[in-house]
């Protein structure tokens, strides 16, 4: 099974709104990226968060990262119709093995 | 500025057949990693390679095997090819063995027929 798992799976909401998306992971990590996925597009970074780091801002994106919990949220504020589209969370595991890991996704729908 | 270039775009095979999908990157990173995605899913590790002349599997690396031909490029073969491997691949790299952000391919569509 895949090291992460956001939820919720799909997410709609209005123009203008915040969207929080959750990523629940399973092994001890380095750090904890967030990528985001245009359709049939490739996957372009947003934000990395280190296993010793609490919160992270980057404009409209604010990143918390709960290790105690195993899990890290995504918020993304003031949404816009260009934010549509598939946010992934990746894990990079505290071992050898410099494997990164994704989890399922979440489907962004920001209605004009 | 290219990044990670990955050939072909597009590619249908026959059931058997047999394709090596290329990747490139130029911006001398030591990591390197193949992925599939299906339709609606996440991204799924095939092989990867932390430094160059090193290489190991990921989460479904059964049907597949790399190359990591030079610190640039790695490759990705598909000996003899099963409708199941119909996906999207996709090519990334990064600096410091995850330490820090990866770069994506445009992915290849590969259909098996």
């Known amino acids: 099974s895949q090291q992460g798992e956001e939820d919720p799976q799909a997410l709609s909401i209005q123009e203008g709104e915040n969207a929080t998306m959750n990523c629940s992971y399973k092994t001890s990590i380095n750090n904890l990226q967030w990528y985001r996925q245009n359709s049939g597009r490739g996957l372009v970074h947003l934000i990395l968060?280190?296993?010793?780091?609490r919160e992270k801002h980057s404009g409209r994106l604010r990143v918390t990262l709960d290790t105690s919990k195993k899990s890290s949220s995504l918020l993304i504020t003031a949404s816009r119709a260009a934010d549509t589209a598939s946010y992934f969370c990746a894990t990079v595991r505290m071992d050898s093995s410099y494997k990164l890991i994704f989890g399922s996704g979440t489907r962004l729908l920001v209605r004009p | 500025n290219a990044g990670v270039t990955q050939t072909p775009k597009f590619q249908v095979l026959k059931t058997g057949q047999s394709m090596t999908l290329q990747c490139a990157q130029d911006?001398?990173?030591?990591?390197m990693y193949w992925y599939r995605q299906d339709p609606g899913m996440g991204l799924r590790l095939i092989y990867y390679?932390?430094?160059?002349?090193?290489?190991d599997k990921g989460e479904v690396p059964n049907g597949y095997n790399v190359s990591r031909l030079n610190k640039r490029e790695f490759s990705l073969r598909l000996e003899s090819a099963a409708p199941s491997q119909t996906s999207v691949y996709f090519c990334?790299?990064?600096?410091?063995?995850?330490?820090?952000?990866?770069?994506f391919g445009q992915g290849t569509r590969l259909t098996v027929v």
């Open positions: 390679s932390a430094s160059e002349g090193t290489t």
């Open positions: 968060i280190r296993s010793n780091e």
């Open positions: 990334a790299s990064s600096e410091n063995r995850g330490r820090t952000e990866a770069f």
């Open positions: 911006m001398n990173h030591n990591s």
